[in-house]
């Protein structure tokens, strides 16, 4: 098995496919193929030394769920698993989808709000990236002058989805020890 497990939430398909693209940079010796949350168990996500975890925000900054009208269960089901849990030694990076445009009052609130929970767990948290770039109101994903993760928006900066993607890879590459 490989060193890091990549988890995602998604509605529509776009956090499916920025995580496999970040495994396609990482290389499937270092890291396994991404996995949707909602077909995941708590023992998969232990099983890695190094998660990445992502998510997109929908709404007025909601984590995917069955609440949100998604076709399937998703974070928001997922997250009474955290609770309790126990994710000492590990190491996990976050990425988030948003729309800085349409909702800039909660630009990637659900990262916020999935970082509040895995950070409560233990776990060493890494994968933190600049605010430079984007244009927003708000958002629960800010920890300082940073975001807790990754933040993608493909709808208003699609092509400087590669670049940033290719970027943060690298460094959580480095911050990892992979």
Do not use: H
């Not at 490989?2 to 940079?25: E, P, Y």
């Not at 290389?27 to 996995?35: T, V």
């Amino acid at each position: 098995m490989a060193k890091v497990g990549i988890f995602f939430g998604t509605d529509t398909g776009s956090t499916r496919k920025i995580a496999k693209q970040i495994q396609k940079l990482l290389g499937p010796d270092i890291a396994d193929k991404p996995k949707n949350i909602n077909r995941t168990t708590v023992e998969d996500l232990t099983a890695y030394d190094c998660l990445i975890l992502g998510t997109p925000t929908l709404g007025e900054g909601k984590l995917p769920g069955l609440s949100c009208d998604c076709q399937e269960e998703s974070w928001e089901e997922f997250m009474p698993n955290f609770e309790g849990l126990d994710l000492s030694g590990k190491t996990v990076a976050l990425y988030g989808l948003g729309d800085q445009v349409g909702y800039a009052d909660e630009f990637v609130d659900a990262l916020g709000e999935l970082y509040d929970y895995v950070a409560n767990t233990g776990a060493t948290m890494v994968g933190f990236w600049p605010l430079d770039g984007y244009e927003f109101n708000s958002s629960n994903a800010v920890d300082g002058d940073e975001f807790v993760g990754l933040v993608i928006d493909k709808d208003n900066q699609s092509s400087l989805t590669d670049q940033r993607v290719a970027g943060w890879v690298e460094q959580i590459s480095a911050e990892m020890g992979l």
